[in-house]
């Protein structure tokens, strides 16, 4: 009985050892384990198809020689806190270095194992590749620096009104030809800004109900060709209108 009952405690054992080493082996985050003297010495399939390194190359590095020259201070400086018995804290962005010398963009979540005394033994390390996100961020914000720049050098005013006409949006060069600053008109309302101008008040009510046009305009002297047409909400809906002037006073 007693020989039975131990092989049958042997099987759970076995059969939780393998449990855990299947999630681990197929979490979609990379996994990795780490010594006190920053050796891997575990990493999960996901952690090496992200650095393109194979688990025994990666058994042979430090977290350091991986991770971006910028980056290792910060990582390091976690460690140090928790092993000092700190939080975590939020989880740290950072860069490794892939085997073909390429960086990849992550979010890591570290936390420390401690012995039976407390000792600290092993960093753990759950990395998820955000380097699609990080491109994303890039080109949106240089198409906003391109827009920036556009701006403010330009002979246009670009503005935009909510559905009850209060301005959300008032940018552009041309608005030094009339006199505004931009970002003035924001928070006003354009009824109350234009009610002298029963035109440009019909403009807007034209956007409102879902036209798009383009009209001429004078405003303080300065003759602008502005594109009129309504903005949209996620369900079609129209949440405001928005224009492009250009000053053709010129021409």
């Known amino acids: 009985h ?3 009952r131990r ?18 082996d197929h979490a979609p985050s990379g996994i990795s384990l780490s010594d006190q ?8 399939d996901t952690y090496c198809r992200m650095l393109g390194y194979s688990r025994e190359e990666l058994l042979q590095l430090s977290f350091v020689q991986i991770t971006h020259p910028d980056d290792v201070e910060k990582t390091l400086a976690l460690n140090r806190r928790l092993t ?6 939020a989880p740290l962005e950072k860069r490794y270095i892939r085997k073909d010398g390429s960086s990849v963009h992550v979010v890591l979540n570290v936390g420390l194992i401690r012995d039976e005394q407390g000792a600290p033994r092993f960093f753990v390390g759950q990395v998820t590749d955000i380097t699609e996100r990080r ?34 949006l008032s940018e552009g ?20 800004r234009y009610a002298a101008r029963p035109d440009i008040l019909g403009d807007v009510r034209r956007a409102l109900a879902g036209e798009t046009f ?15 047409m309504p903005q949209r909400d996620a369900d079609g809906r129209i949440s405001g209108m928005i224009a492009l002037a250009i000053d053709i006073t010129d021409r």
């Open 173 to 192: 060069a041309g608005l030094a030809a009339i006199g505004r600053e931009p970002g003035e008109a924001v928070g006003h309302s354009v009824f109350d």
């Open 2 to 4: 007693d020989l039975k």
């Open 214 to 228: 383009t009209v001429q305009r004078e405003v303080n002297g300065v003759f602008f060709e502005t594109r009129c």
């Open 135 to 168: 491109l994303v961020e890039s080109e949106l914000q240089l198409r906003q620096n391109q827009l920036a720049t556009v701006l403010a050098h330009a002979p246009l005013i670009l503005f935009a009104v909510d559905a009850q006409g209060v301005f959300t």
């Open 37 to 44: 003297n920053l050796r891997l010495v575990e990493v999960n």
């Open 7 to 24: 092989r049958e405690v042997e099987q759970q054992l076995r059969d939780q050892v393998e449990l855990r080493r299947m999630i681990f």
């Open 84 to 89: 000092a018995g700190g939080s975590p804290g």
